[in-house]
Structure formats: C-alpha cells, structure tokens
C-alpha cells in the first residue's frame, strides 16, 4: 500500500511538473511573440541612416567613377520651424497657419492673418467647393454656412507662390507638389534642411468620410468631405519618431509607422519650399575679331 502511494505521489508530481513546464514553454512564447510585435510596432521606417546628426545639414550625392551615389542620410534630422497656434483666430486654419510657419523658417516676416486674409483662395461657403482648388469656406469661421473646412496643398500652392510673388521672391524660391512622396522621400527632403508641409488627420485618427455632407462641386463631380482633416509641418526624425510643428499645438513627435498609415491614407499630400537654383551664366558670343579666320599667304 505504501508503495502504491508513493507512486501515485510521484504520478502527480510528474505531472504538476510536466504542466508548469508547458506553462513556461507557453509564456516564453508568447513573450518571444509579443517582443516582435512590439519591436515591429516601433520599428523605424527609414533606411539608409547613419551614426550621424544633422540640424539643418544637407545632403549631397557624392561621385564616383560610376556616377552619383546617394550619402547615407544622418540618424536624425531637426529643423528649427517656429510653432504657431492656429487658435483662437483661425479655429479651422491648419493649412495657412502650418504654411506661415515654413515661410518664417525660411526668413520671411509675415502673420497667418495676413497669409489667411489676403492669399489663401477660399470659398464664400464651405458646401459645394472643391478643396483641390480652393479652401472650404472661411478659416476664421466654425459654424454657419462660412464656416472653415479645409483644403489640400493646390490652394496652399496658389498662396504661397502669390505670397512670394507680392515679395519679389518669385524666382528666388520654388513651390513644389511633391505629393506621393515616401518614408525615404520624406527624410532626404529632411535632410536636406527642407520642412515638408503634411496632411494627416486630428490625433492621426483614421480617415473617415462624412456621413452628413456630400455635394456637387463647380466641375460637376460628387464629393464627399472628409472629417478630422489637419495639415501641419514635418520638421525632423530621430530612432522611430517624426518631428512635427503642430498648428493646433498638440504633437511635438509621433511614431514613424503611425505617421506614415495615415499620411499615406491621405493621398501622401506634401508641400515643400525650396531655393532655385540660380540661372547659368551666359556664354558670351565670340567676337568678330576671333571668329575671323585670316587669310593664307600667297
């Protein structure tokens, strides 16, 4: 009978081992499952960086035998963009606030005021406007037939080239679309020492469709608009964070893949301003006297 018990205590022991040793096993995978989820999840976007930094540092291709070759682009990038609040004034003025940031960072001395009354081309009312050409109604405004929407980087193009235009810095900097840019397009324009002007969503919300509005635009399509809609300026990256100037004062930073899901849901709309580059000199004509051929001798 002892033994009979001690075998049956041994039984359960072997087994109580055996279970807390799949227990274990079961953790450790698990743990091992979600370590990669998470490493994943925070994983940077960009490739091609280096161990170095960079403020406002720009990157040149350098050559060889073979041609161009692209530098590696540095392990982080900050550019010292001014952060302006669109608020109180401009409740629904994300896009015009976020452009009079870049123009300050590139040395111009003007107010979203200015930007938003006298350059931004906008709509009388904010239903049956197309936002590729012209802002939805009035920024200044949040409620009422007026009352601000958004728009897209057509009608910031339009204002910032008349802005530039009115200083006489028309053919010293360029606007340029640089819509369906990717993560590595973003950070060379980064590294180049360019802000990029970006549209998201409010708290990078997913981008949902009104369910309320909806109506015939003055080329005669269906659209329906958009909700949660924000614009905002991408100033850096570092380890798996973007940078951003954040009009409505709320992110200083968001994680590369969130950014990037909803960016890229946006129809990657970007805007950058750039230094043209200056004209080539002109070759002068050769003149008579050295395009003259002399005569043999007789």
């Not at 950058?272 to 200056?278: L, S």
């Amino acid at each position: 009978m002892q033994n009979n018990r001690n075998s049956r205590s041994s039984a359960r022991l072997l087994a109580t081992l055996a279970m807390l040793l799949a227990c274990a096993v079961v953790l450790t995978f698990i743990g091992t499952m979600l370590a990669k989820q998470n490493s994943a999840y925070n994983a940077p976007v960009i490739e091609g960086v280096s161990g170095q930094s960079s403020s406002s540092q720009s990157q040149t291709a350098a050559s060889s035998s073979d041609g161009p070759q692209q530098l590696p682009l540095p392990a982080s990038v900050h550019l010292d963009v001014p952060v302006i609040g669109q608020n109180p004034e401009l409740p629904n003025g994300c896009e015009i606030t976020s452009l009079t940031m870049l123009l300050q960072y590139l040395g111009f001395d003007v107010d979203k005021m200015t930007m938003a009354e006298d350059y931004l081309p906008r709509s009388e009312k904010f239903y049956g406007a197309d936002p590729e050409v012209e802002f939805m109604g009035d920024p200044s405004q949040s409620s009422g037939e007026s009352c601000g929407f958004y728009c897209f980087q057509g009608p910031i193009i339009q204002a910032a080239e008349k802005y530039l235009a009115a200083q006489g810095q028309a053919d010293a900097w360029e606007v340029t679309d640089i819509t369906g840019v990717d993560a590595a397009g973003l950070a060379e324009q980064l590294a180049a020492g360019n802000p990029v002007l970006v549209w998201a969503t409010i708290d990078f919300k997913d981008v949902r469709e009104s369910s309320k509005w909806s109506w015939t635009t003055a080329s005669g399509e269906t659209y329906t608009p958009l909700v949660d809609v924000h614009c905002l300026v991408l100033t850096g990256y570092e380890d798996n964070q973007f940078y951003l100037s954040d009009p409505l004062e709320t992110y200083e930073s968001v994680r590369q893949q969130k950014f990037m899901e909803i960016f890229t849901a946006m129809g990657s709309r970007a805007v950058v301003i750039t230094p043209k580059e200056p004209a080539p000199e002109p070759t002068p004509a050769p003149s008579a006297e050295a395009s003259s051929v002399p005569s043999s001798a007789a």
